[in-house]
Nanobody
Framework: QVQLVESGGGLVQAGGSLRLSCTAS????????MGWYRQAPGKQRELVAI???????NYVDSVKGRFTISRENAKNTVYLQMNSLKPEDTAVYYC?????????WGQGTQVTVSS
């Protein structure tokens, strides 16, 4: 089992920044991909950004140039630096970890961007 604990959500004005953190504990060996998904009210959960253990990254087009994902393998922690936030970024953000064949999710952290 892997436990994921997120922090860093909150309320921010449009154009502001937030940094999300997610720390994994438990059976953390062989975790390859970690990342963030989000789910806005009435919408499906969507991938925001993921990072492999070796450092390769992938972002949804809508956040490219504004969000940066990073990872500290020694701390089993993944970060999401979110800049130039927009009201459409408002969602619950979920941390994700892939330890094939299993995937794990955090409890979610609310990000609200006011206009």
């Amino acid at each position: 089992q892997v436990q994921l604990v997120e922090s860093g959500g909150g309320l921010v004005q449009a154009g502001g920044s937030l940094r999300l953190s997610c720390t994994a504990s438990g059976s953390i060996s062989n975790i390859n991909v970690m990342g963030w998904y989000r789910q806005a009210p009435g919408k499906q959960r969507e991938l925001v950004a993921i990072i492999a253990r070796g450092g390769s990254t992938n972002y949804v087009d809508s956040v490219k140039g504004r969000f940066t994902i990073s990872r500290e393998n020694a701390k089993n922690t993944v970060y999401l630096q979110m800049n130039s936030l927009k009201p459409e970024d408002t969602a619950v953000y979920y941390c994700y970890a892939d330890r094939s064949p299993y995937t794990y999710w955090g409890q979610g952290t609310q990000v609200t961007v006011s206009s």
